[in-house]
């Protein structure tokens, strides 16, 4: 059965964490290895065959020597014993280890080898045996004899019908072979040792610049993009990005990249500005003529003479509607200050009589919700328990107090429990606002501190809702240094504001908050 072979994470891991450095290293040290190995068996293969060659050729003299031998004295068959004259062995000029036999009618009669003082040593019967196997009509043949190794032999016919072999060993060519393998596998080795320093010297500084590179597009990534005036002072040093190789093309691409997002994040903040400019300046004219016009809606009103049923319902609505809009006027220009980057005020503000004058108005705007006022966060016993202190400008926190009990009063049901719970945990205070209705829809929770962000048919014009409630909580919390979130719930929906405080819990004084008995720390209070 097939089937294609998966690799799994740590594959993937070990890829990623091979640097370019060592995959260069690798690569010319694998190529190394295998143009030497590659030269060197085709060395040995073509040095193999050139010996056998020349062996042949020796070999093709040693069968005339030994013809020229048995015509002057070979005994021919049947005459003297077994192992008797072998002078067709010691002619002139045969070499130690030449091998020669004769054979008659399928029997080897003779055969001796020379030794290494030229005297012919007689062979046993098994070796014997193996030379029957050599045809005459056959050039040289590789056989390997028993007792003596691999040998070439030749076969060659006589006159009078019996069969003379004659052999020289292969032992030289195997050893010359053998050495000049391990020389080859030992140069090898050292090639590679030597590519790996000078190599890898030679790559180190090849992509020395690339870590300029690196560091330049770090640096680069820790910079605030998000909003206001952003300066990218890191380029890539001038004198790597003008070489010409790879390395400068990147380098030069890179510092390109730069000014080009330079240049886009400052026509950004350039437009963001005029928007911004345009939005305080349009909501500041805007506050005189609708104070003009509340103002006169309400004149109308207050004439003694009885108006027409429909002008009295005319005016009211146009009274309600300058209102409306006065409001969002003013969440605008708050908004626009703020994202101008206006420092707000600093003192030192006690959330809890914060909350619970929140509380007592989110109660008066919405009676029929249960409203719910949780100290339990908080330690009696400390000696502070009334004081939940932050630095920060005490109407805007009060702001975000009131725009998120709001904004649970709006968009929940009759009924629903709202709870208003304030802490400390860590070096900060914490201030929730958690309620049991239908909770944030998942499509809203990313966007929710968005401004004119609405989600259902509540948020409408209706209901008073201009979509910049929580936007204004969101940009008031981090004028003051602090983080608000939504995080999901298994029912209903909570805001959760984090502000440093202005002292730790050891430091804070004892004195009372001045909140008469409306709170009772470490218990829950209920609005009326």
């Known amino acids: 059965m097939t089937g294609s072979v998966a690799h799994g994470p740590t594959d993937r891991v070990a890829r990623r964490r091979l640097t370019l450095r060592g995959r260069l290293l690798l690569t010319l040290v694998a190529v190394t290895a295998v143009v030497s190995l590659t030269v060197g068996g085709v060395s040995v293969v073509l040095l193999q065959a050139f010996l056998v060659g020349r062996l042949d050729d020796q070999l093709a003299g040693a069968v005339a020597r030994s013809s020229t031998g ?162 990218l002072p890191d380029r890539v040093p001038a004198d790597v990005a003008a070489t010409p190789d790879e390395v400068g093309e990147v380098a030069s691409a890179l510092n390109r990249m730069l000014d080009h997002v330079e240049a886009a994040l400052a026509e950004r903040h350039r437009s963001e500005t005029q928007v911004r400019q345009f939005v305080a300046d349009a909501s500041h004219e805007l506050r005189t003529p609708l104070a003009s016009i509340q103002g006169y809606s309400e004149l109308v009103r207050r004439r003694p003479e009885p108006l027409p049923d429909d002008v009295v319902a005319a005016m009211g609505r146009v009274e309600s509607e300058a209102r409306r809009m006065a409001g969002l006027v003013d969440d605008l220009l708050l908004l626009a200050r703020l994202d101008a980057g206006r420092p707000v005020e600093r003192e030192e503000v006690d959330l809890v009589p914060l909350a619970v004058a929140a509380l007592s108005d989110a109660h008066a705007a919405g009676p029929d919700h249960r409203w719910v006022l949780d100290l339990d966060g908080l330690d009696p016993e400390s000696g502070d328990a009334d004081e939940v202190t932050v630095l920060g400008e005490e109407a805007r926190l009060q702001q975000v107090l009131a725009n998120l009990l709001g904004n649970a009063r709006v968009h929940t049901p009759p009924g629903t429990t709202v709870t208003l719970r304030v802490e400390r945990s860590g070096g900060d205070a914490v201030v929730t606002v958690a309620d049991d209705g239908p909770g944030v829809p998942d499509g809203l929770r990313d966007s929710v501190f968005e401004r004119f962000t609405r989600g259902d048919s509540s948020r409408s014009r209706a209901a008073g809702s201009t979509g910049l409630g929580l936007s204004i909580v969101a940009a008031v919390v981090r004028a003051h240094g602090g983080t608000v979130a939504s995080p999901a719930q298994a029912r209903g929906a909570a805001f959760v504001v984090s502000l440093p405080l202005a002292r730790s819990s050891d430091e804070t004084s004892t004195t009372d908050g001045g909140i008469g008995g409306d709170v009772h720390h470490g218990a829950q209070h209920q609005g009326p």
């Open 70 to 231: 048995r015509e002057g004295g070979f005994p021919g068959p049947g005459r003297g014993p077994r192992g008797g004259d072998f002078g067709f062995l010691l002619q002139p000029g045969q070499a130690e280890g030449t091998l020669g036999a004769e054979i008659e009618d399928g029997t080897v009669e003779r055969v001796a080898v020379l030794d290494d003082r030229g005297r012919a040593a007689s062979l046993e019967t098994d070796t014997a045996s193996a030379l029957l196997g050599v045809d005459p009509g056959e050039g040289p043949t590789t056989v390997r004899l028993a007792s003596l190794g691999a040998y070439r032999l030749v076969a060659t016919t006589t006159p009078d019908g019996s069969t003379i072999v004659t052999g020289l060993p292969l032992s030289g060519v195997r050893s010359t072979t053998l050495s000049l393998l391990a020389i080859i596998v030992t140069a090898t080795a050292a090639g590679v040792v030597v590519v790996v320093l000078l190599g890898g010297a030679v790559i180190q500084r090849a992509v020395r610049p690339l870590h300029d590179v690196t560091r330049t597009a770090t640096r680069v990534r820790d910079v605030d993009l998000t909003s206001g005036a952003v300066v």
